[in-house]
């Protein structure tokens, strides 16, 4: 099986603008989370979704948002970025169902920078 | 508050030596338990789980929920155990994990 696949890998932004990060989950996986990784905070949890539906969210600002399609494939997005978003982005897919907590896959992170 | 906490962000041990990677956590519930690892150009992975209680490539950790500790070990440890390690807490209610902000273990030959 193909594993996690995280588009774009590298990315150049500037302050006040936007941008949207793709997770293709390994196939028949649901479950499709979000974790953000720098050098300070190590990985914190952005959000999860599960079947389309956000099933669990972290504590960051409304500025970051996710959404998940029919065919398991997310998308995260932040808008109006600040030079504090810079970071590696990275996505992980769990073949458990609904009740949650199993094994995750990660994939490779979207390196983010901010300028 | 759920929290994870690895006290050493490095530790070096000869080859053959034991290997403790610390782990403390608070959760105010029943947590599961994780260790994941990420080796050098490679993804993270998960390394083992404590309701598995099993040994993989030799390391396993036992859940202490007394001492809220989950700490990692290993009696003899090999170069190719060089690596970041996390350990993390899920609850049960989805994949929400929590991690500690790694120990990057270095095995010297």
């Known amino acids: 099986k193909a594993g996690v696949t995280q588009t774009p890998r590298y990315l150049i932004k500037t302050r006040g603008q936007q941008v949207t990060l793709s997770c293709s989950p390994i196939s028949g996986h649901r479950s499709v989370s979000w974790y953000q990784q720098t050098p300070g905070q190590g990985l914190q949890f952005l959000f999860e979704y599960f079947s389309e539906t956000q099933r669990n969210k972290g504590n960051f600002p409304g500025r970051f948002s996710g959404r998940q399609f029919s065919n398991s494939r997310s998308e995260m997005n932040v808008s109006t970025l600040e030079l504090g978003d810079s970071a590696l982005y990275l996505c992980?897919?769990?073949?458990?169902?609904?009740?949650?907590?199993?094994?995750?896959?990660f994939g490779e992170g979207s390196r983010l920078t901010v300028l | 508050a759920q929290r994870v906490t690895q006290p050493e962000k490095l530790l070096s041990v000869f080859k053959g030596a034991p290997v403790e990677l610390k782990c403390n956590y608070s959760y105010s519930g029943s947590p599961e338990l994780f260790w994941y690892v990420q080796y050098s150009r490679q993804r993270l992975q998960l390394l083992l789980r404590?309701?598995s209680r099993e040994s993989i490539k030799g390391f396993t950790a036992d859940l202490n929920k007394g001492e809220t500790s989950f700490h990692l070990k290993k009696p003899f440890a090999q170069e190719e155990d060089s690596a970041m390690y996390y350990c993390?807490?899920?609850?049960?209610?989805?994949?929400?994990?929590?991690f500690g902000t790694g120990t990057s273990l270095t095995v010297i030959p």
């Open positions: 993390a807490l899920s609850g049960r209610t989805g994949n929400q994990f929590y």
């Open positions: 992980a897919s769990d073949a458990q169902g609904a009740t949650g907590t199993g094994e995750l896959f």
């Open positions: 404590h309701i």
